[in-house]
């Protein structure tokens, strides 16, 4: 025991003279988990290695982009021949174009689509656009869910507000919260009720179909559904948030796994490869009012940048193969069933859950299925188990309420290592 992490402290120490927190994303920080972060040298395959040379297992993938595991050979060779053609021209490329086609044939609720930089400006602007189309201010979002730091949705959010415990952000104005309405995942009742309240005013429900950012949790059969049927009923638009779950739970993402048909998608993270996207799509019809189509105004210096499209274009056609799910969805249930072995042998209490290679270990003896019952985990056990595991060279997300990810990359021998850290983990975690 007694890894050095001397290198990281000092990078650390001089980062936060500098950088809000040392950090450009919260979370990174590791505020929860009473750790330092460690700083990044290098990754390969399903690695990470830090600063002083220590190497881990990586469930983090950059917070999901990373299917792939990191320097994917196809991914390289894509942004290596891109690089000789220049990094930015402010002008369409074919890229862009074969970007679309992609992602329309494989996710085919998106007709149409616009590239942008980040998942926050993909549903940012959906939020506009579907305001646009519909004529209606108020949105409905889950607690617990998040969707970037736009001020609309900065309300009752998931991911780093809710692991350090900020319920609302200050700076987003009163106004703009008001037209937030906050809903519970999986109760379809409470939602119907929102409707039956406010439903003619209502321009869209967003959600995270398989909420990722308030650790994991799974639709109950039917309150997917029961969204689709509600929206559709009082003319407001159904918007899936599949940052994270797109291409992750399933090739078609969420909505082909449970089969509903959204009227706009907001996608990021796998389609960048690793590099900085954003994406919003849907029925045609309402695309078609984005300028210079039409009079919803959204544009972006860098949008459909060519390294961004390369890096996901290259890894959309490595996951669009043959057997890619089946072996990606093997490996994601040989590791869920060894830790939940591991936690029972160890005599922690904890809940598990898994959709595809997302998974949750929720410190809670409590059935994760909404906002209230994921706020039940102890946080501190899970402190403890996260920094047995860094100890033994796995690295996990550093907080209690954020998704596990698999990768491509994860050999079953990594899988076993970490089950094995794990027995250690759940013993320490209950100390
Ligand atoms: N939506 C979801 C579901 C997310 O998980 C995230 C980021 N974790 C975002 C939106 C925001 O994406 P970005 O960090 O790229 O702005």
Known sequence: MGKNYSTSRAYYEEAQQYIPGGVN???????AVGHDPVFIARGEGAYLYDVDGNQYIDYVGSWGPLILGH?????????????????SFGAPTLLETEMAKLIREIVPSIEMVRMVNSGTEATMSALRLARAYTGRDKIVK?????????????????????????PSSPGVPNSIAQNTITAQF?????????????????AAVIVEPVPGNMGVVSPEPGFLEGLRKITKQYGALLIFDEVMTGFR???????????????LTCLGKIIGGGLPVGAYGGKAEIMKMIAPTGPVYQAG?????????????????????????????????????????????????????????????FFTEEKVRDFTSASTADTEAFGKFFRSMLEQGVYL???????????????????????????????????
């Open 25 to 31: 994303s919260p979370v990174r920080a590791f505020k």
């Open 71 to 87: 320097r994917h050979p196809q991914v390289e060779e894509a942004l290596r021949k891109t690089l000789e053609i220049g990094t």
């Open 142 to 166: 889950f607690a617990g869910c998040y969707h970037g730091h736009a001020d609309p949705l900065l309300v009752k959010a998931g991911s780093g507000v809710l692991t350090l415990g900020i």
């Open 186 to 202: 999986n109760d379809l009742a409470g939602m119907e009720a929102i409707f039956r309240a406010e439903g003619n005013n209502i």
């Open 249 to 263: 739970v399933a090739l078609g993402g969420a909505q082909a796994l449970y089969n509903i048909d959204p009227d």
């Open 301 to 361: 210096t860098l949008s459909g940048n060519p390294l961004a499209m390369a890096a996901g274009l290259a890894t959309l056609r490595v996951i669009n193969t043959p057997g890619f799910y089946e072996e990606l969805e093997k490996k994601a249930a040989f590791l869920a069933e060894g830790l939940a072995d591991a936690a029972k042998e160890a005599g922690a209490k904890v809940y598990f859950t898994r959709v595809g290679s997302m998974l949750c270990c």
């Open 397 to 431: 997300a550093p907080s209690q309420f954020e998704a596990l990810f698999v990768s491509s990359a994860h050999s079953m021998a990594d899988l076993e290592k970490t089950i094995a850290a794990s027995r250690i983990a759940f013993r320490a975690a209950i100390k």
